[in-house]
Antibody, heavy 121, light 110 residues
Framework: EVQLVESGGGLVQPGGSLRLSCAAS????????MIWVRQAPGKGLEWVAN????????YYLDSVKGRFTVSRDNAKNSLYLQMNSLRAEDTAFYFC??????????????WGQGTLVTVSS | QSVLTQPPSVSAAPGQKVTISCSGSSSNIGKNYVSWYQQLPGTAPRLLIY???KRPSGIPDRFSGSKSGTSATLGITGLQTGDEADYYC???????????FGGGTKLTVL
């Protein structure tokens, strides 16, 4: 069974840091573009970052550029999101997902269950 | 303010058909494939439609997608109470070099 499980969320003060992890099982993460999407409680979806299979290309939402870093360890079948200088507006559920191989474009599939990041003093 | 524009809500009776629109621009929908997502209450989203009009394995053919110019539409036929959910469109924006979603549409099956 294809599964993605996020971890690392929690309560952090403004200006603090967190590192999210996403563990893949049932498939090899190395063949996929990987995606982070977030959703503030009660709000809509917001794309955060993309990373290519070998990590050579990365794209970020403007509001997180310079603060967030997406990375991957294909040997560990894992994806990461290092979040620094956190702000209240970063409070959200963070989902990891794949860009499906069967798509010719950008799409988001195999969503994890999400991990909640709360930025508050 | 989302880059893609969707109606906040739509409603229809069980068994009926509903459509949800998604409006964008030449840098996103006009240039790239559109996908659609269903988010049932308290769950993660799931992919319903990709590449404008294709369904992943396991998605019923009651769900359909189309695209024309800078707009896209999700259609759902034979509405069931279990279809009550939030629906989002998404695509890549070549000008922003990033993914973009619509604000979401809440479907109520009366």
């Amino acid at each position: 069974e294809v599964q993605l499980v996020e971890s690392g969320g929690g309560l952090v003060q403004p200006g603090g840091s967190l590192r999210l992890s996403c563990a893949a099982s049932g498939f090899s993460l190395r063949t996929y573009w990987m995606i982070w999407v977030r959703q503030a409680p009660g709000k809509g979806l917001e794309w955060v970052a993309n990373i290519k299979q070998d990590g050579s290309e990365k794209y970020y939402l403007d509001s997180v550029k310079g603060r967030f870093t997406v990375s991957r360890d294909n040997a560990k079948n894992s994806l990461y999101l290092q979040m620094n200088s956190l702000r209240a507006e970063d409070t959200a559920f963070y989902f990891c997902a794949t860009n499906p191989l069967y798509s010719d474009g950008w799409a988001v599939d195999s969503w994890g269950q999400g991990t909640l990041v709360t930025v508050s003093s | 303010q989302s880059v893609l524009t969707q109606p906040p809500s739509v409603s229809a009776a069980p068994g009926q058909k509903v459509t949800i629109s998604c409006s964008g621009s030449s840098s996103n929908i006009g240039k790239n494939y559109v996908s659609w997502y269903q988010q049932l209450p308290g769950t993660a989203p799931r992919l319903l439609i990709y590449d404008n009009d294709k369904r992943p394995s396991g998605i019923p053919d009651r769900f359909s997608g189309s695209k024309s110019g800078t707009s896209a539409t999700l259609g759902i036929t034979g509405l069931q109470t279990g279809d009550e959910a939030d629906y989002y469109c998404g695509t890549w924006d070549s000008g922003l070099s990033g993914g973009v979603f619509g604000g979401g549409t809440k479907l109520t099956v009366l």
